[in-house]
């Protein structure tokens, strides 16, 4: 398919949905309809003419904004829009698209590249009475890692593909180190530093177009390309860019990353027994890549910086500003110490706008965040009265405020410039990354105001950005929050978050909503949703459709839903079930026919007896009734290999699971957070064995609030404080915002919260 067909094919259905929509609101011309569907989606008007001009026909960005026009279209037909679809669609038209359109940024020259803040090197604290131009970067020092990192660029500016991600804390130099190893790449090589529409999209569309020989590809802040927690594209990216490394006829390659060790522990660690494993793409890239950053400066290093301190007043303020902090010079000169003096002095108003930014990004809300947001959830932790004492203006005074650059860096909040995405037209935000990770420190045991979930839900349309808020959430104890926002992305397409909340359901005992909310992902054929379904249809007694989805989809050359319904039949001790469907799957025409003859005694004598009673039944002649028999044969054989190839792919999901398991064990034990999980439930232990249980339920609730204690531990409080409270209450249900516990509830009292938030009708 050509470029031109594959927009036109994508054009042709949004112009059909657009005028189904306008059919069902009749009177109002197709200019009325599109600008009311503009301003319901969020969109621009410039943006989505765009994707209707005849003449020279623009393809949406990114699928959450073709989503956003799409469903609102849909609902306005009362048609129900299947995301999968649509997105096919767009990936059609990308694909053809990006064979033909050049990348200006990977033509670019590393000699092309003069300025180092483009690449996001943190900009220099100001020098008291010395003048430095904007563009100046305080004279370096080099530690280890830059021998390290120096020795990689060479191995690949000799021709063989490398990687190296720098791994440190906010403000250690890492971005920095990069920049200045790049300055020794030879000027033939490109560098190439992929942003738009998204990192992670900007990097799969040209791995999957061919990223050409000596080539330095800069993923500053790599997790931004490798965990994407709504979709596969992270794990895409990874796989790209693990071939890319080991083509010997694609490289040389030069990858350059850095990494916070919290992202890094994150995706490279192993989950546990059972968990989904979500990074071994990412896992397998990244092993032995790392390249250390320290925090701060000693030996030899401090003796240089002591030398360069003449020539270069900031560092010789910032040695003096940090000699009792163990010398932490870059992330004074990044300005942290200013920026974090700013931040804890700050006006009610600001405060509370830095605080959203912080907790919206500690709970899993991508870099980038929108004005609206901040605005919300920092007025909704201030009280009524206290917004009518700041005033109308406190709005724009706490930004600024935010926004005030300290000692010549940025403040802790900077704006995000609209060439990082030309399409939003609202304003967007980013905390600094030290202000950032200080204060999420300073904040790990508080929650945000109660109004945050359903504010997320109001503002957030994003599937990565909603299942990992839902998921932290699940973390803190509050599943009840949680599935709203699950909700919301599974109603959005998103297939994961439709299974997680279908767990979640199912385990509070909400069997009927399970069942409803893998079966929408099941008819809207999403993989991997039939062996899901199967489970939650037997939990809720419905066998009837258990066997229909089993017999369909091995007619399709699936058997994982019946060997998932072995799993569950056997834990249950229930064969009767599982013989009659599995007979059914393998034999419609004798359902009988494998227990009958292969699951029993003597072969021979059971397939004569088998004969003789389908000769009876049939009224038809023995050999006839064996001709019958070996046709079942020819059917049910290549059903059995499908059986047992599914039961080994299970024994080695399985295998991988115990592994895995052996590894986050072996890891944990070493973990520093793993050793303060330890020792805070040594000491919840022993109040309770005092029986002081309200400095328990203190120590737990702040344990959960941080998300370091499970909800098991507090209903094991709960038992031996009250021995009538129903163990597993807490664990089934979770708790309220404010930390008590809260009552049964389903699917339909979701739902309810859920358009209660959106202000939807039901």
Known sequence: MTEDSSTQVLQEELRSLERRAQAV?????????????????????????????????????????????????????NERARRPYWEKLLENANISTRADTPSKALGQRVRDWTDPFALEVHRSISARGRKFTPSSLPAYVRRPHDDQLEGIALEATNGASRISILLGESSTGKTRACWEVVQRIPDSWNLWHPISPSHAEALALALDKGIPPRTVLWLNETQLYLDTPASSLGERVAAGLRELLRDTKAGPILILGTMWPTHWDRITRYPAAGGDDRHPQ?????????????????????????????????????????????????????????QMERYLNAPQGARAIMDAAIDLRRFGH???????????????????????????????????????????????????????????????????????????????????????????????????????????????????????????????????????????????????????????????????????????????????????????EINRGDAKPLVALKDICDDCGD????????????????????????????????????????????QVSQEEAEGLINAEFEVIAPRLHLINDAMEEKVHELRSATERLQRLVEEDSSSFFHA????????????????????????????????????????????????????????RFGLNWEGGLIGPWALADVRHAYHLALGDDE
């Open 366 to 552: 991508a870099p980038i965040i929108r004005e609206s947001l901040l605005v919300e959830i920092s007025s909704a932790a201030m009280d009524p009265e206290e917004l009518i004492l700041l005033g109308d203006s406190w709005i724009r005074e706490s930004f600024e405020y935010a926004l005030t650059p300290c000692k010549g860096v940025s403040g802790p909040l900077n704006r995000v410039p609209l060439t990082l995405d030309t399409s939003a037209p609202y304003r967007q935000y980013r905390v600094s990354d030290y202000v950032e990770q200080a204060g999420s420190v300073k904040r790990a045991s508080l929650l945000p105001p109660q109004e945050f979930p359903y504010i997320v839900l109001r503002n957030v349309s994003e599937l990565e950005q909603l299942r990992a808020i839902a998921s932290s959430l699940v973390a803190r104890g509050r599943i009840f929050h949680a599935a709203q926002l699950y909700l919301r992305a599974s109603e959005l397409g998103d297939y994961e978050s439709g299974c997680e909340l279908a767990d979640i359901l199912d385990f509070a005992n909400d069997h009927t909503g399970a069942v409803e909310v893998a079966r929408r992902h099941y008819d809207a054929g999403d993989p991997g949703s039939a062996r899901k379904l199967v489970g939650y249809l037997y939990q809720n007694g419905q066998i009837e459709e258990v066997e229909e989805v089993c017999v369909r």
């Open 575 to 618: 064969s009767v079930t599982l013989q009659y469907i599995e007979g059914k799957a393998l034999s419609r025409n004798f359902p009988d026919l494998y227990y009958r003859i292969f699951e029993s005694g003597d072969l021979n004598s059971n397939y004569v007896q088998f004969a003789r009673e389908v000769s009876h039944r049939l």
């Open 25 to 77: 609101r009749r009177g109002q011309g197709r200019s009325w309809t599109r600008n009311v569907a503009v301003q319901a989606s969020g969109l621009s008007k410039q943006t989505v003419s765009g994707w209707f001009s005849q003449t020279h026909p623009r393809i949406p960005k990114n699928q959450d904004d073709l989503w956003k026009l799409v469903s609102t279209y849909s609902s306005w037909a």
């Open 282 to 338: 990412a896992r397998s890239l990244l092993a032995g890549s790392e390249t250390l950053v320290p925090g701060s400066f000693f030996g030899e290093p401090l003796e240089d910086l002591k030398k360069l301190m003449r020539s270069d007043p900031r560092l010789a303020e910032a040695y003096k500003s940090t000699r009792g902090k163990k010398a932490r010079i870059t992330q004074f000169l990044a300005g942290a110490p200013a």
């Open 676 to 731: 303060e999980t330890i020792r805070i439930r040594q000491r919840i232990e022993d109040l309770q064995k005092s029986e002081n249980f309200t400095d328990a339920r203190n120590l737990i609730d702040n344990g959960l609030n941080c998300g370091r204690i499970g909800l098991e531990v507090l209903d094991v409080l709960l038992f031996e404080s009250d021995p009538s409270h129903l163990e597993e209450s807490a664990s």
